[in-house]
Nanobody
Framework: QVQLVESGGGLVQAGGSLRLSCAASGRTLSRFAMGWFRQAPGKEREFVATINWSGNTPYYADSVKGRFTISRLNAKPTVSLQMNSLKPEDTAVYYC?????????????????WGQGTQVTVST
């Protein structure tokens, strides 16, 4: 049974920064891509960022490119999301997820395990 626990969400002013972390346990996850998705009220879940199994190929949604950085540490394993220059439109519940494959994709259907989510609120 895979368990994913997110942390680091909170309230921040526009232009500020937050760092989300996701601790994974339950099986060997170093061979699977891991990613972050988000869901704002009244909207569908959307892709934010993902990283392949070795951590050398990140992939970002256009809306966060240049502001967010995803990284992973397979020894633990954990995946983190550094979010800079936050905007009010980044407000959402952020979810950590583990893919079924080695490869980083933006399709939520490719992800098998999901965390409970952590709230990020960006005020004006």
């Amino acid at each position: 049974q895979v368990q994913l626990v997110e942390s680091g969400g909170g309230l921040v002013q526009a232009g500020g920064s937050l760092r989300l972390s996701c601790a994974a346990s339950g099986r060997t996850l170093s061979r699977f891509a891991m990613g972050w998705f988000r869901q704002a009220p009244g909207k569908e879940r959307e892709f934010v960022a993902t990283i392949n199994w070795s951590g050398n190929t990140p992939y970002y949604a256009d809306s966060v490119k240049g502001r967010f950085t995803i990284s992973r540490l397979n020894a633990k394993p954990t995946v983190s999301l550094q979010m800079n220059s936050l905007k009010p439109e980044d407000t959402a519940v952020y979810y950590c997820a583990v893919s079924r494959t080695l490869y980083a994709t933006g399709d939520p259907d490719d992800y098998e395990h999901w965390g409970q989510g952590t709230q990020v609120t960006v005020s004006t």
